[in-house]
């Protein structure tokens, strides 16, 4: 079974700070990705991976950063939180491949106060 | 360009009722669909996908789905619902331009009455 591991469930954190989120996939996967959920908005892509050190913007990448040093770790940086970026955090990860399913960690709900 | 729209916010069944939850897709070429379930406080899990071939798609849990091209429609189906089916269902299109990336469509959440 693929697993897809996020470092926390819930995450508190105060405006300013510099907050790491990471997500590690255990099936040699190509391809990562970080969503951020809100209710009514669906997932949207902060950023994508496709190889080790290689990303992608998605469709909302300001106040985000990430880092794929290694083919099974994808980590999103927000620089310096800030209240409206308080949301659920979702990891996926995918093969390569037109269509290819994407495989959900259980996501990291993050407060930012 | 491509977008997934399921029109339904939120809905409720009773426990043993049918259930159809519609989405409909805008693409210029035969689309990958997929359904995921987000049971709560849970990531996503696929229910089931099309490609190509038979339209009528099965998956897991008892759902099925049935692509209809000249409705540009992909609606998930049950013919009984279980008090555990109580979760929020995307549907989803994999973009053309992007081998690997899939657009949501903003979710239904799917409340089961006793």
């Known amino acids: 079974d693929v697993k897809v591991t996020q470092s926390s469930r819930y995450l508190v954190k105060r405006t300013g700070e510099k907050v790491f989120l990471e997500c590690v996939q255990d099936m040699d996967h190509e391809n990562m990705f970080w969503y951020r959920q809100d209710p009514g908005l669906g997932l949207r892509l902060i950023y994508f991976?496709?190889?080790?050190?290689?990303?992608e913007k998605g469709d909302i990448p300001e106040g985000y950063s990430v880092s794929r040093e290694k083919k099974e770790r994808f980590s999103l940086i927000l620089e310096s939180a800030s209240t409206n970026q308080t949301s659920m955090y979702l990891c996926?990860?995918?093969?390569?491949?037109?269509?290819?399913?994407?495989?959900f960690g259980p996501g990291t709900r993050l407060t930012v106060t | 360009a491509q977008s997934v729209t399921q029109p339904d916010i939120h809905i409720t069944v009773s426990e043993g009722a049918s259930l159809e939850l519609r989405c409909n897709y805008s693409y210029g070429a035969t689309p990958y669909l997929f359904w995921y379930v987000q049971s709560p406080g849970q990531g996503l899990q696929l229910l089931l996908k099309?490609?190509?071939?038979?339209?009528l798609v099965q998956g897991i849990k008892g759902f099925e789905a049935e692509f209809k091209r000249s409705q540009s429609s992909f609606n998930l189906r049950k013919p009984s619902v279980h008090w555990s089916d109580a979760a929020e269902y995307f549907c989803a299109v994999a973009l053309y331009s992007s081998a690997s990336k899939i657009i949501f469509g903003s979710g239904t959440r799917l409340s089961i009455r006793p």
């Open positions: 099309y490609f190509s071939g038979d339209t």
């Open positions: 991976s496709y190889d080790v050190k290689m990303k």
């Open positions: 996926a990860s995918s093969a390569t491949g037109q269509g290819s399913e994407q495989y």
